[in-house]
T-cell receptor, first 111, second 116 residues
């Protein structure tokens, strides 16, 4: 079963704008990860945030985690056309190594 | 470093036929995963191997799906007989075994299966 629900399902923005995607989950987690998937390709790991962390940055990416609300957000700043892809949150539940993925947000960045 | 290899990239079969997918993980990675990704959804874990042993196959439809990783390296996933609802991308991923809480999973390009 899919744990995460992502919001919005689809997002279209102009190059240079910021994109924010949200993820909610249901169970106790060890960490939460964000992946990108370009059309017809496999998934690429972007960033991980542990359950005891509240915010993490990596280049143009900023991730927040609120374990009390069981939610996370991914912010991509100064978006580029190359950021066009689907973005998935994935949780590593406590006691498991496998990931449980959300349903994804399809991001379209218009040049 | 070579990534996760999968073959074939595409497969079209008719329902009730059988099909097999192959995955070669990154060298030295002890953990191997098979995921099913239906169009418009996120990947769903089918089975997880640690070396050649099964760690988690709770979501594998065992009446028609089987997987093996005999020598603890490459793996095959088989569907027999296939149903229309098996149309999906089958993703293989691998990660290194470790005692830490995080082992990044590296994904292959996937096999897109169409069942007619």
């Amino acid at each position: 079963s899919q744990q995460g629900e992502e919001d919005p399902q689809a997002l279209s923005i102009q190059e240079g704008e910021n994109a924010t995607m949200n993820c909610s989950y249901k169970t106790s987690i060890n960490n939460l990860q964000w992946y990108r998937q370009n059309s017809g390709r496999g998934l690429v790991h972007l960033i991980l945030i542990r359950s005891n962390e509240r915010e993490k940055h990596s280049g143009r990416l900023r991730v927040t985690l609120d374990t009390s609300k069981k939610s996370s957000s991914l912010l991509i700043t100064a978006s580029r056309a190359a950021d066009t892809a689907s973005y998935f949150c994935a949780t590593r539940d406590t006691g498991r190594r496998a990931l449980t993925f959300g349903s994804g947000t399809r991001l379209q960045v218009q040049p | 470093e070579a990534g996760v290899a999968q073959s074939p990239r595409y497969k079209i079969i008719e329902k009730r036929q059988s099909v097999a997918f192959w995955c070669n993980p990154i060298s030295g990675h002890a953990t191997l995963y098979w995921y099913q990704q239906i169009l418009g959804q996120g990947p769903k874990l089918l089975i997880q191997f640690q070396n050649n042993g099964v760690v988690d196959d709770s979501q594998l439809p065992k009446d028609r799906f089987s997987a093996e990783r005999l020598k603890g390296v490459d793996s095959t996933l088989k569907i027999q007989p296939a149903k229309l609802e098996d149309s999906a991308v089958y993703l293989c991923a691998s990660s290194s075994a470790g005692t830490g809480s995080y082992n990044e999973q590296f994904f292959g390009p996937g096999t897109r299966l169409t069942v007619l």
